[in-house]
């Protein structure tokens, strides 16, 4: 069902609010001390003075002034962030206050907002079983507010997970490495191949969003499931014991497996609950970039 458009702006500026002061008093400088830029670029010649590397000198220019002259290089600042969210039909789901396409659009502007500080484009492709829509990266505040009301706004499509779909488009359309943020419950399956492809042209994170009741079922008796991607529906004996510790068993299982893909590929992943906040979990994932960048160094 369609958001209201009045209610859709005012989570949009609540959501502008709650994490514009996160990005202030939790994530200062953080984002920029992970992010660095994607190598150098070229920024001046000068006189040579001493102590400079004499593999910097430019010699068509000492040959031509008759005397050294170094090419400077500076930091290539300027990044591009992509926002890849799955806005399927599952991610309408949430057992609490929030839904997972809540907890997509909140990370998706905490992120955002960090990016802008850093006058970092931000980009945004949303996905179901096809890609729904895709913003090119922009700078600005406003970028970022319509990438959350896209998000939020998106939140009630009814269709499957094609993640691989998803990838293919990203690589199509952006050329350059971009960091990349995967943003999905990952309800799919057949797209590791893909995925290996995405972390070895971007650098990727995937962002694994879960729900509490899609571990652990309560004892409420006969209960009706709809599945959100397909509307096929499934009666459960939450009474039976057996019945709520296979489910758990099967779904636990599922995400040590999803985790254990993300190892193999050498992606870092940061899981998304809709019953906690996130932000904690953003500066450990952010430490732990910074420690093994140094460890390489």
Same mark, same amino acid.
């Given at each position: 069902?369609?958001?209201?458009? %009045? ?5 949009? &500026?609540? #959501? $502008? ?22 190598? #150098? ?30 090419? *400077? ?24 206050? &929030? ?13 955002? /907002?960090?990016?802008? *500080? ?6 945004? #492709? ?14 600005? $505040?406003?970028?970022?507010?319509? /990438? ?11 269709? %499957?997970?094609?993640?691989? +779909?998803?990838?293919?488009? /990203? ?10 943020? /995967? ?15 995405? +972390?070895?042209?971007?650098?990727? #994170? ?37 019945? $709520?510790?296979?489910?758990? %068993? ?5 995400? *040590? ?25 953003? *500066? ?14």
């Amino acid at each position: 069902m369609a958001i209201d458009t %009045r209610e859709l702006m005012k989570q949009v &500026r609540t #959501i $502008r609010v709650v994490t514009g002061k996160l990005v202030e008093e939790r994530l200062s400088g953080e984002y920029h001390s992970v992010f660095k830029g994607q190598g #150098i670029e070229f920024d001046e010649v000068r006189e040579y003075q001493p102590g400079d590397d004499i593999r910097t000198i430019d010699w068509n220019v000492t040959a031509r002034m008759g005397h050294p002259f170094v090419k *400077r290089y500076c930091e290539e600042r300027e990044l591009t962030v992509i926002f890849l969210v799955d806005v399927s039909g599952s991610q309408g789901f949430g057992s609490g206050d &929030r839904g997972k396409a809540e907890v997509a659009a909140e990370f998706t502007c905490l992120i955002a /907002l960090s990016a802008i *500080r850093n006058q970092d484009k931000v980009g945004l #492709i949303l996905f179901s079983d096809r890609v729904e829509k895709f913003l090119p990266p922009r700078k600005g $505040r406003t970028a970022v507010m319509r /990438l959350v009301r896209e998000v939020l706004a998106a939140g009630g499509t009814r269709r %499957r997970t094609d993640i691989s +779909a998803a990838l293919r488009f /990203l690589n199509n359309v952006q050329k350059h490495k971009a960091v990349v943020f /995967l943003v999905s419950d990952f309800l799919d399956g057949g797209f590791e191949r893909d995925l290996r492809v995405t +972390a070895r042209k971007h650098d990727l #994170i995937a962002c694994p969003v879960s729900d509490p009741r899609e571990i652990e079922i309560p004892d409420v008796g006969l209960l009706e499931v709809e599945d959100p991607e397909t509307g096929e529906l499934v009666v459960l004996d939450t009474a039976s014991a057996r019945v $709520r510790t296979d489910f758990s %068993r099967d779904m636990s299982a599922r995400q *040590r497996e999803m985790r254990e893909m993300f190892r193999k590929l050498k992606v870092d992943f940061l899981d998304l609950r809709t019953d906690k906040p996130f932000v904690e979990d953003v *500066r450990m994932l952010f430490h732990r970039r910074r420690a093994r960048a140094r460890r390489m160094t």
